[in-house]
C-alpha cells in the first residue's frame, strides 16, 4: 500500500485503507482504519468525521501506512497503538504481556462482589500481566492491600507503569515469581485470590489464530497438558494461601471446568465450589471458598 505521493483527505484515505484491509481479510476493516489513523493523529476516531475533507501532509500518510502494514502482517492492533481499553480504563500493552480479554472483567467483577464488603482486604493476583485486575481492584477497593505477582519481570514492569499511569501504585505490591515459590517465606494469607493462568491447552497451541500465536507472549497462554498444568498447581496448593472462607476465583477454558471443579472438591480443603458463566453464557470461571 504506497500512497505518499497521492495528495490524500481523511475520507480518502479511510476508504482505500478500508478497502485494502478487507483484500487481506484483515477482521473489521473500517474499525482498524479509523483506529489506526485517530491514533497517528492523536485525536478521536469521531474527530476524523470533523474532519473528513481535510488533507493529510506525507509524514501523516507514510506513518500510517507502516501501521497499516504491521497489521497486514497479522500484529494486533492492540499492540500497535500499545493500548487496550478495560473496566473502562486505559492500559498500556506490548508484546510482554497478554492483551486483556473482555471476559476477565466477568472475574473481576464476580471477585470484587465476594470482597467488597471486606474492609482492608487482603487480594492477591497471581499472574499478573498487564495488571489488569490489580489496578481495576485497586481503583474499585481503594482500602484493600494488593498483591500481584508474575514470572515475567518485563511483564511486572508494564504492570508497574499501569499502577502509575492510573495512580495505585502505592496500593499495590508487585512481586516476582513462579506461582506460590516467592510467597513461602512471607507468611501470608489472602482474603481473595484472583488468577487467570494459561490455559490454552498445549496440543491445540499451534492451531491458534496466528495473530495470537506468533504476537502474544506464549507464557501467558500455554498451560501444558489439557491446559491444566498450571491450574492443578493453583489448586494444589491455594488453600495454604487463602484464610478460612477466603474465596479463589481462577478463569478458563470452558472445556476445563469440570475437571477444575472436582480438583478442587478433592482437596477437601474448599465449599461452595461453582462455575460461572462468561457473556456468551459457557462456563468460564470456578469460585471457591476456603473451608
Known amino acids: 500500500m504506497n500512497l505518499t505521493n497521492i495528495p490524500l483527505t481523511i475520507k480518502d484515505i479511510l476508504a482505500s485503507s478500508t478497502q485494502y ?24 476516531r469521531q474527530t476524523l468525521y470533523i474532519n473528513y475533507h481535510k488533507k493529510l501532509d506525507k509524514e501523516v ?63 492477591l493476583d497471581l499472574g499478573t500481566g498487564s495488571g489488569v485486575i490489580a489496578i481495576t481492584m485497586a481503583k474499585e477497593l481503594p482500602d484493600a492491600k494488593i498483591w500481584a505477582l508474575d514470572i515475567s519481570m518485563e511483564a511486572i514492569g508494564v504492570a508497574i507503569h499501569n499502577a502509575k499511569k492510573h495512580g495505585v501504585l502505592n496500593s499495590i505490591r508487585f512481586i516476582r515469581g513462579d506461582l506460590w515459590e516467592p510467597l513461602r517465606c512471607m507468611d501470608l494469607q489472602f482474603h481473595l485470590i484472583v488468577t487467570n493462568p494459561p490455559y490454552i491447552p498445549r496440543e491445540d497451541y499451534e492451531q491458534l489464530p496466528k495473530e495470537i500465536k506468533d504476537w502474544e507472549p506464549r507464557i501467558a497462554l500455554n498451560g501444558g497438558a489439557g491446559g491444566l498444568s498450571l491450574i492443578k498447581r493453583i489448586i494444589k496448593e491455594a488453600a495454604n494461601f487463602l484464610l478460612p472462607n477466603g474465596s479463589i476465583f481462577i478463569e478458563m477454558s470452558p472445556q476445563q471446568v469440570n475437571s477444575a471443579i472436582e480438583l478442587l472438591k478433592k482437596t477437601n480443603r474448599f465449599h461452595s465450589v461453582e462455575g460461572i458463566t462468561d457473556y456468551s453464557h459457557q462456563l468460564r470461571i470456578v469460585k471457591a471458598c476456603r473451608i
Open 21 to 44: 484491509l478487507k483484500n487481506k481479510d484483515i477482521d473489521n476493516p473500517r474499525l482498524t482504519a479509523e483506529i489506526l489513523l485517530s491514533f497517528v493523529l492523536g485525536v478521536e
Open 61 to 123: 500518510i507514510q506513518n500510517y501506512c507502516s501501521l497499516i502494514q504491521r497489521r497486514i502482517r497479522g500484529e494486533p492492533i492492540q499492540y500497535i497503538i500499545g493500548k487496550k481499553e478495560f473496566w473502562a480504563l486505559e492500559f498500556d500493552v506490548s508484546p510482554s504481556v497478554l492483551i486483556p480479554r473482555p471476559e476477565t472483567e466477568i472475574l473481576v467483577e464476580h471477585a470484587i462482589m465476594a470482597i467488597k464488603d471486606t474492609k482492608g482486604a487482603h487480594i
